[in-house]
């Protein structure tokens, strides 16, 4: 019973913020590293951000380095992704994933559409 469940997409104007939310259930989250990927109209499934379980190490694609920060909170098997200066190549599906052996969970994905 595993699950995995985003939050917190919308359409926004380019500038503005957004801040994704992930709450899941049925694993170790505490001891598992999570993150967020995102699908681009066109394009593959890209990896956009990693946490490492305690938090202590983040990661980012180019692409959103220095506007995009992923963080967790433990307590509430939640991690999220706060969106700052958004762009209109932004615009995606963002899902949340746990790369957990032997399977990985994912999230079934919330859009995020930025446009003028």
């Known amino acids: 019973q595993v699950e995995v469940v985003e939050s917190g997409g919308g359409s926004v104007q380019p500038g503005e913020s957004l801040r994704l939310s992930c709450v899941a259930s049925?694993?170790?989250?505490?001891?598992?590293?999570m993150e967020w990927y995102r699908q681009r109209p066109g394009k593959e499934r890209e990896l956009v951000a990693t946490?490492?379980?305690?938090?202590?190490?983040?990661d980012y694609a180019d692409s959103v380095a220095g506007r995009f920060t992923i963080s967790r909170d433990n307590k509430k098997n939640q991690v999220y992704l706060q969106m700052n200066n958004l762009k209109p190549e932004d615009t995606a599906v963002y899902y949340c994933?746990?790369?957990?052996?032997?399977?990985?969970?994912w999230g079934q994905g919330t859009q995020v559409t930025v446009s003028s």
């Open positions: 994933h746990a790369p957990r052996w032997p399977s990985d969970y």
């Open positions: 049925g694993f170790p989250f505490d001891v598992t590293q």
């Open positions: 946490i490492t379980a305690t938090g202590g190490t983040m």
